[in-house]
C-alpha cells in the first residue's frame, strides 16, 4: 500500500462512521415498553410503512399481535443477560415472507433485527453435538487446530482463524489474496463487505445502542482492511477459556446471506468449545 493510500485510510477510519445496518436487514430500536424509536430506511419493506410513520409508535400498530406476543414472551426471558434471543420463520405482518428475528437489550434499549427466513431450520444446530464430540482425544495445539476445522465444517465459509490469547490456529480452503488482518469493527454477522449501509433513522440521536446490533454497518476503514485480505463476508464468535478471552473469526471471498440459525449454531459451537478446552487445561 502506497503513501496515498494509507493517507486515505487514515482518513476514512477517522471519520464517524454513519449508524446503520446492512443491506438485506430490517432493524428496529425500541424502548423498553417497545416504543420505536428508530428505524432503518428500508422498513418498508418489511412492514409496510415508512420509517418515520414508525417513530414515536407502539410497534403492535404494525405488526400481529400473536407474533408480537411471541416475541415478547422470548424477550423477557433475556431480562438481567447479555444474550441475543432469536425467532424462527415469524410472520410480523400479511406479507407471506417469513423472517428470522434476532433481538438483544444494549443501553436501555430493545434492538430488533430481521432477516429473511432460510427455511432450513434444525440443519445447523444438528450437526454441533458431533463436532465437539470429534474432539474429545485431541489436546494442545491440535485441539485449538481441530476446532479450526471443525467450525470451518459447520459454517462452510472458506477460512477460520482461532485466536485465544497467544495461541493460534487456522484452517483455511485455497489462498486469500492477503494475511488475515485482525480488524476489531468487523460486526458479529457481515453479509457482503461490498454492499452499501442501510442508515437509521432518525439520524441524529444520542442513543449508541445500534452499536451493538448483529449486522451493524460497516466503516471505509473496515472495508478497506477487508478488501486487502480478500474477504467479502464474515462472521465472529467470542468465547471465554482459561480465564482468556477467544474468537473465531469465519471468513468468506464471496458475499454470503445473513443467518441468524447458522450464527447461533456457531455460537453454540464457540461456547462447548471453550468448556472443552477447561477440559484439556
Known amino acids: 500500500m502506497n503513501a ?22 430490517y432493524f428496529l430500536e425500541l424502548s423498553p415498553d417497545w416504543i420505536v424509536r428508530r428505524a432503518s430506511e428500508n422498513i418498508h419493506h418489511l412492514l409496510g410503512e415508512s420509517h418515520v410513520t414508525l417513530i414515536d ?17 422470548l424477550f423477557s426471558r433475556l431480562s438481567g443477560t447479555t444474550g441475543i434471543g432469536r425467532a424462527y420463520a415469524i410472520r410480523l405482518t400479511d406479507d407471506p415472507d417469513l423472517v428470522d428475528v434476532a433481538f ?38 491440535a485441539l485449538l487446530d481441530g476446532g479450526a476445522r471443525r ?3 459447520l459454517t462452510g465459509y472458506d477460512r477460520v482463524i482461532l485466536r485465544l490469547g497467544d495461541s493460534y490456529a487456522e484452517s483455511s480452503r485455497g489462498l486469500f489474496p492477503g494475511p488475515a488482518e485482525d480488524v476489531a469493527d468487523i460486526p458479529p454477522i457481515m453479509a457482503d463487505a461490498d454492499a452499501p449501509t442501510v442508515r437509521l433513522f432518525p439520524r441524529e440521536t444520542k442513543s449508541a445502542a445500534a452499536d451493538h446490533a448483529l449486522m451493524a454497518g460497516l466503516g471505509d476503514g473496515t472495508r478497506s482492511s477487508l478488501a486487502r485480505s480478500g474477504v467479502r463476508a464474515a462472521m465472529r464468535l467470542p468465547f471465554e477459556a482459561r480465564g ?26 464457540a461456547q462447548m468449545f471453550g468448556l472443552r478446552l477447561e477440559i484439556d487445561g
Open 151 to 153: 467450525m470451518r465444517a
Open 4 to 25: 496515498i493510500d494509507e493517507t486515505i485510510e487514515r482518513v476514512a477510519a477517522a471519520m464517524p462512521t454513519p449508524e446503520g445496518v446492512q443491506t438485506g436487514t
Open 57 to 73: 409508535e407502539p410497534l403492535g400498530r404494525f405488526v400481529h399481535g400473536q407474533a408480537l406476543h411471541d416475541i415478547r414472551n
Open 104 to 141: 438483544q437489550l444494549a443501553q436501555g434499549r430493545v434492538l430488533l433485527e430481521a432477516v429473511p427466513t432460510e427455511g432450513t431450520f434444525g440443519e445447523h444446530f444438528g450437526t454441533v453435538g458431533g463436532l465437539i464430540a470429534g474432539l474429545s482425544g485431541a489436546h494442545g495445539q
Open 244 to 269: 482468556l478471552y477467544g474468537e473465531f473469526r469465519c471468513d468468506s471471498r464471496v458475499p454470503r446471506p445473513s443467518s441468524l440459525e447458522l450464527h447461533a449454531a456457531a455460537e453454540l459451537f
